[in-house]
């Protein structure tokens, strides 16, 4: 009897034809696509008007804000992928476990350590100048995913399982614990090993900048220009984000994460082994974090034991912004919310006149957002309305 | 077995003895002479004077927790707090300065357990409060002040007592205006928001130099103006002790905290069992149960919010005038977290709890770590395996963030918890499995996977 629900069960996923399985993939890499070109095309009009408005006291301002636009929505794509990999832990934590898993920014920010003392070890072994740069990105991603992903199962298991039905602020408040404790075992970690606080992530060369094209605006053709390190850094959350939802969409173990999420008791009731399933949405989340925080030392090329905080909040942002629990949301709210804190942080020195400096005020605008979109729009972009449970 | 049943006998027997009847009496006056006179007469900074000085505040915990008459226990802990402690201070600058910053954070975590404790509104932020009103004090009292507008000149530093309750104001004020957007949100979201906030103050803080100078940025404002010491000439001429000026200023502070502190001890004690300390209890026990019982839930939320933020707005402009500088880094977020780990140690909810887990994190912070670390730093010498780079005290996230942990695991309603917040957390450890406390399945809230 239970061989045959067995069969009938993998038939049924077997019967599922090619063609759905790519749509159920790429549905999500479409909208996200959707996403960021309405995004950038929304800001890049905003900052047009706000450059013509102040055209008449200011002659050259359209051509300065235009000269850099191309730039920003690079960095914009990339602060976006970035915050999108870190909220998909939250994400994916929070649609099952319904907990704010506080202590993500600082898995993020061990991938970034861990990536970079395997470049340490292969700078100081000498294997560094000669290896290829795609297997060394390859090589550090990995690493950072099985690290991260690895501690975030722990951390799991040891500050959080035990409190799993304790009232909500009780593992929150485990969370920050954890957040802390993490923080500064690495600092403690990197202060008496080599690394140093703040760790060089040394990286084969990748070649000269690639220039995509030019643009004339006025005296001199200005180029356009793309880091490899942001080439790399894109295009592997894209494959990262590309896979995630083959594994959460198209396969058994997927569907085992969609159940456990929608309804923990009936999910277990239904044979999943729920404990399994939670310490895998830990492990996933983990790992795409590590992968992140391997990805942005080698695009920033430092790494400290503090450097998860700020991203791990904003990623929270994101993960809210596109509507928490929801996995496309996570990516959509992830590249928006990095598309304006680009816009804000090149261009608000340029329209204030540099009475306020960009950098600083990009983090307000993140936090102004997230507390925007809770006051106006609690279930997010992409989310559904959800009435709270009693 | 019989043994164990004796020996636990035989201990509850001398805590009687000790706590109560006689014998108590004469237990706790002469616990409270021995220290006294140790104290008085041995007072340079060194370990035996750090055990000396914590018995002699573990003294204050005895009394409390003895079964004596409410007047003699008054009395005994008014001579030692107001008496012994400032004339010790005189001689051992430190231990004064030790006991005043507690008094401060005894006030502020009384603030913060009005919000956590009483409400069960998880705020990350509070800390941003305090800003307001340390910054505050430290714009109106100095020059800062001219480089806004030149025509503006500082607040005369006697103006420090009314500013006291000025920042009580404002910091409800902020307290009220950052509640509002976040009220409607639930507990953990709240406590993201409310972390936001508070770094978007700080960040306000770090910047707001340019393009007016208002905060003076990263580097903070010094030279923050004292009140006058218009008392000097009594204790010098009428007293006849003749304490510099640096001195009478550690005596006034120390006074002036003990005195807001017992103000702020009576205030949130009466709120504790008034109507609004019951419907703050309502509230946090159950939201839906509490609206359908008529509790104005917005009103209530708010105000724990302004009276948690105004103490905090308070404690601030004391603090600045008592620091004479401050700068964005003393409001980050560790520091909230700091608040955060008294309130829990104690036991959230619980006044005495909450004021006994200010202390003892205070001394954990200034006394017991720096001990620790040079007990560390001899160990190295000798020649022990331990890390040239570990200094404990540079390690408070890794010490607040496993006491966080550990009490959420082991003892969620703190070391010395309120009655019906123990109940609470208990009724909820009884459930065995996670899936018991899971959600109903219901069409409508599903917060799943999509």
């Not at chain 1, 055209?55 to 794509?77: E, M, N, S, Y």
């Not at chain 1, 939802?245 to 008791?265: E, F, H």
Request: one cysteine or more; aromatic letters at 10%; a neutral charge.
């Amino acid at each position: 009897m239970a061989a045959e629900v067995k069969a009938q069960a993998s038939s049924s996923s077997g019967q599922r034809s090619f063609t759905e399985v790519l749509r159920t993939v790429f549905g999500p890499v479409g909208q996200l696509i959707l996403f960021i070109v309405g995004s950038a095309l929304a800001l890049s009009l905003v900052v047009v008007l706000l450059a013509l408005l102040q055209i008449g006291a200011r002659p050259d301002i359209l051509t300065r804000a235009l000269t850099i636009l191309p730039q920003v929505i690079i960095d914009g794509l990339v602060r976006g992928f970035l915050f999108a990999s870190i909220a998909l832990g939250y994400t994916m934590v929070y649609g099952v476990l319904e907990f704010i898993n506080f202590a993500h920014g600082e898995i993020f920010m061990v991938g970034g350590v861990v990536g970079a003392a395997v470049s340490l070890f292969l700078a100081s072994s000498g294997l560094l100048a000669g290896m290829p740069g795609l297997l060394f990105v390859i090589l550090v991603i990995a690493v950072g995913m099985v690290v991260s992903g690895a501690l975030a199962v722990t951390v799991e298991r040891v500050a959080y399982r035990p409190l799993r039905g304790a009232p909500r602020l009780v593992p929150l408040i485990s969370a920050i614990g954890v957040s802390l404790v993490l923080q500064d075992l690495m600092r403690l970690m990197m202060t008496n090993t080599p690394l140093g606080f703040n760790a060089r992530f040394n990286t084969p060369d990748f070649g000269p900048p690639i220039r995509l094209f030019e643009m004339n605006l006025g005296a001199r053709p200005v180029p356009v220009i793309l880091p490899p390190k942001a080439l790399i850094f894109i295009v592997a959350s894209v494959l990262m984000l590309i896979a995630l939802n083959y594994l959460v969409n198209a396969t058994r173990l997927g569907k085992a994460i969609r159940a456990t999420a929608q309804d923990m008791p009936t999910a277990s009731l239904m044979g999943i082994n729920v404990n399994q399933i939670v310490a895998l949405t830990f492990l996933i989340g983990g790992a795409l974090g590590g992968a992140a925080g391997a990805l942005f030392g080698l695009n920033v090329g430092t790494v400290n034991p503090y450097m998860g905080f700020i991203p791990g909040l904003k990623a929270f942002t994101a993960a809210v912004l596109g509507g928490i629990g929801n996995i496309t949301g996570a990516m959509v709210g992830g590249v928006v919310l990095g598309f304006l804190e680009a816009f804000v942080a090149s261009y608000l020195s340029l329209f204030t006149n540099g009475a306020f400096s960009g950098a600083a005020y990009a983090d307000i605008a993140a936090f102004s957002i997230l507390i925007l979109i809770l006051i106006f729009r609690p279930s997010g972009l992409l989310g559904e309305a959800t009435t709270q449970k009693v | 077995m019989t043994t164990t049943a004796s020996s636990v006998s035989a201990w509850e027997r001398i805590k009687t003895a000790l706590t109560s009847g006689p014998s108590g009496y004469g237990f706790m006056v002469l616990y409270a002479a021995v220290c006294s006179w140790l104290l008085l007469t041995n007072p340079r900074t060194n370990l035996n004077t750090d055990i000396v000085f914590v018995l002699f505040l573990l003294l204050v915990l005895l009394v409390y927790r003895s079964q004596l008459v409410l007047g003699f226990k008054l009395a005994l802990v008014a001579v030692m707090l107001a008496l012994v402690l400032p004339i010790f201070g005189t001689l051992n600058p430190f231990y004064i300065d030790v006991a005043t910053q507690a008094g401060i954070f005894i006030a502020l975590a009384l603030g913060l357990n009005v919000v956590v404790g009483f409400a069960g509104l998880l705020d990350l932020g509070y800390v941003a409060f305090f800003a307001v009103g340390a910054y505050l004090w430290g714009i109106l009292s100095t020059p800062q002040i001219t480089l806004i507008n030149p025509a503006w000149s500082p607040v005369p530093p006697i103006m420090f007592y009314p500013f006291i309750l000025i920042g009580l104001a404002v910091g409800a004020f902020f307290g009220v205006l950052l509640g509002l957007p976040v009220l409607r949100l639930r507990g953990d979201y709240l406590a993201i928001v409310t972390l936001g906030l508070g770094e978007v103050i700080r960040v306000l803080a770090n910047n707001l130099d340019r393009p007016i100078n208002i905060t003076n940025g990263s580097q903070g404002i010094r030279d923050i103006e004292r009140p006058p010491l218009i008392f000097a000439g009594f204790v010098r001429d009428t007293l006849g002790w003749q304490l510099s000026d640096q001195q009478l200023y550690q005596q006034f502070f120390y006074f002036a905290i003990l005195l807001i502190v017992l103000l702020v001890v009576v205030v949130v004690g009466r709120l504790k069992g008034s109507r609004i300390g019951r419907a703050w209890e309502a509230i946090r026990e159950d939201e839906t149960a509490a609206i359908a019982q008529g509790i104005p839930l917005v009103r209530m939320k708010l105000l724990a919010f302004a009276v948690g933020a105004s103490f905090a707005g308070a404690m601030g402009v004391v603090f600045a005038s008592k620091q004479l500088f401050i700068n964005p880094p003393t409001f980050d977020l560790l520091r909230s977290i700091n608040i955060l780990s008294m309130v829990i140690l104690g036991g959230m909810g619980s006044i005495p709890g909450v004021i006994f887990g200010a202390v003892l994190v205070t001394l954990l912070d200034l006394q017991i770590l720096p001990r620790i670390a040079n007990v560390l730093r001899d160990a190295q010498r000798a020649g022990l395996p331990i890390p040239a780079a570990f200094d404990p005290t540079q390690y408070q996230r890794l010490l607040f963030g496993l006491l966080l942990i550990l009490m959420m695991i082991f003892r969620p309603q703190g070391i010395m918890p309120d009655e019906r917040r123990k109940e609470e957390l208990q009724e909820h450890d009884s459930i065995p499995d996670a899936i018991e406390h899971a959600k109903i399945p219901d069409t409508e809230s599903e917060v799943g996977l999509k």
